[in-house]
């Protein structure tokens, strides 16, 4: 597969080319980054100094069987209008333009939808908060069980922020501090409440959520909540089963913790039942199943590949 990607020089390009370095199906064929054109691309992308490429300014599109956009939201539908698309080109966007499934995108979330994903022209990837909150929320959905009222509280590493600097991203303000932003208002919302209705269809309750900056580079640490009248035994089949044929979404039967999702493409999941309530704990690498391995695990899927090809992986950088 010969791959081209846009927006080169952000993290999410950076997990992509580590991933796709070693891909045994994979040749990248160019590395789009305007401002960066020129430069190699491990004068940009740390731990990657051997690797022999540059960047470029040009996009050979007709060369490439497959196109990575990893450019700021709301960057993809332009280039898309403003850019003649060789009919066979397949897409994955990373940007949140298409996540509703409009202009031929399918979602790209494999637990949701993989039969859909397989053989996709063109594939959406999911948010990393929504990756996560849907993971916990997905097997009740599938049972028709969930209540009218659900509460998550998400946190999030530093480079869920992007690479460009902000005064929230600053190590002296990040670390030893935390902090609430977006309350109840948060983007991903919208492609979380779309997946449930696929699986609940009329589900019309509130999603609470409250995403948290964390004082840590990368990971996602989800704990959702809602009333549940089965029993723990009952839910841990429910999910076990749910997850059974999905190779990145583990069910534990012991606490988790972020640590064991950190640098690889695994959504670890542990419930815990509460009196009434039951609460599902998710983690994730933002970067990873929250990004770019999961959009390299869509790729395959797209191309008929095993969905865990070029996905064992080796620690990052971070």
Avoid at 82 to 108: C, K, N, T
Avoid at 219 to 228: A, K, R
Avoid at 306 to 314: A, F, M, S
Wanted: proline letters at 4%.
């Amino acid at each position: 597969m010969k791959i081209g990607i846009i927006g080169g020089a952000g993290y999410t390009a950076g997990e992509l080319l580590r991933l796709l370095i070693n891909h045994p199906q994979a040749e990248i064929v160019f590395i789009n980054s305007v401002s960066n054109a020129g430069n190699r691309v491990g004068s940009v992308h740390c731990g990657l100094e051997d690797v022999d490429m540059v960047f470029t300014d040009q996009l050979p599109l007709d060369l490439i069987d497959l196109l990575f956009i990893c450019s700021a939201h709301g960057e993809s539908s332009k280039f898309l209008e403003s850019h003649d698309i060789p009919a066979s080109l397949r897409i994955i966007d990373l940007a949140q333009d298409f996540r509703d499934e409009h202009g031929g995108f399918i979602y790209g979330l494999p637990e949701l939808q993989r039969p859909q994903i397989m053989g996709a022209a063109r594939v959406a990837n999911p948010g990393c908060f929504a990756t996560a909150i849907q993971l916990s929320l997905l097997p009740a959905a599938a049972q028709g069980i969930l209540p009218n009222a659900v509460s998550v509280t998400g946190i999030t590493g530093s480079t869920g922020a992007g690479v460009k600097p902000a005064a929230t991203t600053h190590f002296s303000w990040r670390t030893d501090n935390l902090s609430v932003y977006k309350a109840f208002e948060h983007q991903h919302l919208d492609e979380i409440r779309r997946s449930i209705a696929k699986l609940q269809p009329g589900f019309a309750g509130e999603l609470n959520f409250v995403p948290v900056r964390g004082d840590f580079a990368r990971g996602i640490f989800v704990i959702t909540y809602f009333n549940c009248d089965k029993s723990q035994e009952e839910m841990q089949r429910i999910y076990e089963d749910y997850y059974a044929e999905h190779p990145f979404a583990s069910v534990s039967t012991k606490p988790i913790d972020l640590k064991q999702a950190v640098n690889t493409n695994r959504a670890r999941i542990s419930l815990e039942k509460h009196g009434n309530k039951l609460m599902v704990l998710v983690a994730i690498d933002n970067l990873l199943k929250g990004a770019s391995g999961q959009a390299v695990q869509n790729m395959n899927l797209m191309f008929g590949l095993n969905e865990q090809t070029g996905l064992k992986l080796k620690p990052s950088v971070f």
